[in-house]
């Protein structure tokens, strides 16, 4: 009965690779988002789907594209994975009436060799 | 300046005591205001939101809101080993689904037996 859950939990892989994070949530909520936490623990939001359409589109690579087939999943696609990348990756939610209150995914942690 | 700046940290305080959490953000039309707490190799998990001047409380928990010093706090009263974690202060510039949290760089609380 997990909330927000993603997939894989970790992900290793070389560099120039094309990798894919899956992420869904079970809570009814209208609207999804993938943010990317670095090594000092920066928390940046990255994409935000609200009902399936890009709300938010923070200055990130052309590299990585959001890709939301319903409200309850929304994926991110990596292009040509660079150093740079490696990072935990949260997925969360939020539902419309309650202030953008965000509930999130366990993360990924991707590792760029 | 940064949106959202919190105590550099990291913060130290004895179980029991009160643990003083503070944050500040730029934006005067910021909306909504949390809390959110992270354990090591988490995910945050949300802990207190607020969206008007004053106090709220929750258990041990108390934030409070001061829009006009564009200032918010996190108050933990009796303080306990298992509130060890990094806490951060997200702020959103619009009472909607699709407004943006900005969140802050964290600060570190270590609560000592």
Redesign the interface.
């Known amino acids: 009965d997990t909330a927000v859950s993603q997939t894989p939990k970790y992900l290793v892989t070389q560099m120039g690779n094309d990798k894919s994070i899956k992420c869904e949530q079970n809570l009814g909520h209208?609207?999804m988002y993938w943010y990317k936490q670095d090594s000092?623990?920066?928390?940046?939001?990255m994409f935000?789907y609200?009902n399936k359409e890009l709300?938010?589109n923070e200055t990130v690579p052309n590299r990585f594209s959001p890709k939301s087939p319903d409200k309850a999943h929304l994926n991110l696609h990596i292009n040509s994975l660079e150093l740079g990348d490696s990072a935990v990756y949260?997925c969360a939610s939020?539902?419309?009436?309650v202030?953008?209150?965000?509930?999130?995914?366990?993360?990924t942690r991707l590792t760029v060799l | 300046q940064k949106e959202v700046e919190q105590n550099s940290g990291p913060l130290s305080v004895p179980e029991g005591a009160i643990a003083s959490l503070n944050c500040t953000y730029s934006d005067r039309g910021s909306q909504s205001f949390f809390w959110y707490r992270q354990y090591s190799g988490k995910s945050p998990e949300l802990i207190m939101s607020i969206y008007s001047n004053g106090d709220k409380e929750d258990g041990r928990f108390t934030a409070q809101l001061n829009k006009a010093s564009q200032y918010v706090s996190l108050l933990i009263r009796d303080s306990q080993p298992s509130d060890s974690a990094t806490y951060l202060c997200a702020v959103s510039l619009h009472r909607s689904n699709a407004g943006k949290s900005t969140f802050g760089d964290g600060t570190t609380l270590t609560v000592k037996p």
């Open positions: 209208d609207t000092k623990k920066f928390l940046k939001i935000s609200n709300i938010i949260f939020s539902q419309e009436t202030y953008n209150e965000q509930f999130f995914g366990p993360g």
